[in-house]
């Protein structure tokens, strides 16, 4: 009974005891991580190869571990592989740390069962043209070196259910795309892709967006660079991107204007990189279709584009006021409620604009004048500082038909969406012989009341010479001279 006591106890004893060094080997490993230098994946140099003549892998025993549960390859293709494997009895044996040096293969297949209980694998130093298959479901691997292998593919799902990996080393490969990484359960991950020139600055900066910098660390962050493929917009200059540029772009993001119920998206257009110096890059914002009713109040430093289009906003005030909105070239407000451009009188930004896009508002008068590049700029240059207005209904009169029309055909780059308001007709349809009817109808009236009045006024000489001629020789004064009353200045002639 007492014996049965104390083996229970000596268990428990035992089981908090493995429990304790269990947690101590955790903190030591994310303690590891978490520092600059990462957990090394279970590594031997090639002086601690096997004899090739006998079999080209052999047993060793870790410190700490059971007896010889890690394994060394060398110099293999895939017949080899397969033969030091069995020599060893690596399928009968618990080995948990393997690495494979200079193995040359076509394909390295990581689906199969054999792999299932690794908890650090590493290939390195050899030619391994892709890497094949998915690990199997629960495989304990923390730490993967794929390292220096002129890798071309690893398949996108290989790495998906590795939900304990930690370490991953992809440098010196030739990958253009990265596999996808499970790193959702917010552990700290460790990821090395220098000398990988080839992979997509898209790729990795997705990682960067996901997780936050916090939770991947790149190793050799500075020695690191990636590929932008023409595909991607946001450097068709560059070729090869810094990383710490592309982790400079995310906190781009968090400068984006943003409200309680919009976000605004932020890219880089260009980027030119000096060494030594921080990098001087264009942004463009896109604040479309959020509802907006104001401009936002404030834009990322170096904002050249600013896309509002498909807002309900009013006012273009911010554009000739806002000190962020001075390095805009480009502005695009199609589809809002702007009523009027009076405001972007003498601002900046046009003096410098690129274009400026106002389709299908509400803009009725276009005082010409104030897009007319002479008052402000005297370095115009034809090709810059173009202008849309299409969709918007001008009020329409005799004026626009014979100057705005010819001015929006000249400075208007959808002059020909350009509508009237008070006229179902395209401005640049309208003809001023139409336009200009009442006016001159008006001139014509003129001259008849210009006639009218010379034959009242030859009528009225008339009729007063004819009155002194009867007064002369009649003696009477005809009607209605003769009813007219005594005026005070009459006595002049009762002489
Ligand atoms: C991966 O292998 C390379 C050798 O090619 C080595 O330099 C590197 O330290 C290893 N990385 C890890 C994380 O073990
Ligand atoms: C790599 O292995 C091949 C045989 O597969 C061998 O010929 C070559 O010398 C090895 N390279 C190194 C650097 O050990
Ligand atoms: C492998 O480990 C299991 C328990 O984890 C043990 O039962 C088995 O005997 C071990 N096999 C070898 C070959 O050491
Ligand atoms: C890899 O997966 C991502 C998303 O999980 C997908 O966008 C991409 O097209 C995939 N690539 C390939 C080659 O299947
Ligand atoms: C892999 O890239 C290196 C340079 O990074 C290059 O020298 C080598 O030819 C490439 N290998 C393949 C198979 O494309
Ligand atoms: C960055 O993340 C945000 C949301 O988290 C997403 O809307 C945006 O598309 C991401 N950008 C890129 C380039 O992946
Ligand atoms: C990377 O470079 C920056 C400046 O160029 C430096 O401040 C930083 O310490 C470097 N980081 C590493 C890990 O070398
Ligand atoms: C980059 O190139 C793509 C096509 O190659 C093009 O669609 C895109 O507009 C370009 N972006 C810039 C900013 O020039
Ligand atoms: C502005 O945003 C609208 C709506 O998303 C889009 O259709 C348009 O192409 C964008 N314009 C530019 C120049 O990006
Ligand atoms: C503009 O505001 C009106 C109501 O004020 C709303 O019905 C409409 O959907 C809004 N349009 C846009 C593009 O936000
Ligand atoms: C657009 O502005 C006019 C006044 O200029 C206003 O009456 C109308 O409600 C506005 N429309 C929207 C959708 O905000």
Known sequence: MQMQWLAMIMCLYAGVASARTDEEDQQQTSSGVSSSLPEQCFYRPPTDCPDSSRCPCKRITLANEPEGNAALCCNTDGQALEYGLSCIGFAHSNISYVHIRNATLDVFNVYEIRWRMLKSLAITDGRIKKVQGQFRMMTPTQCLNLSNNALMEVENNSLIRLAQLTTLDLSYNNLTHLPVLNIMNGREFWLDISGTNTLSCHDVYQYINKTGEKQITFNRENETVCSSLATWHWFNTTERVPLTQLLYLSSLQTECPKGDTWQCQCDISRMDIID??????????????????????????????????????????????????EDLREFFADYNNISSINKLEGSKFLDNYALLSLRYNKIKSLPTYILSPSAHNKNFMISRNLVRLGGNKLHCDCNTAKYLKAWLQARILDSDEVMCENVKEKVIDLEPSKMCVYPGDWTDYIYYIIAIEVILLIGLIAKVTYDYWVFKTAGYLPWPANKMPKLPCDWLFET
């Open 276 to 325: 030594g110096k921080p990098p001087t890059h264009a942004v463009n914002v896109d604040c479309s279709g959020m509802q907006l009713t104001e401009l936002p109040e404030k834009l990322p430093q170096n904002t050249i584009l600013l896309n509002v289009s498909y807002n309900n906003i009013t006012v273009l005030d911010d554009l000739s006021t806002n000190p962020c909105y």
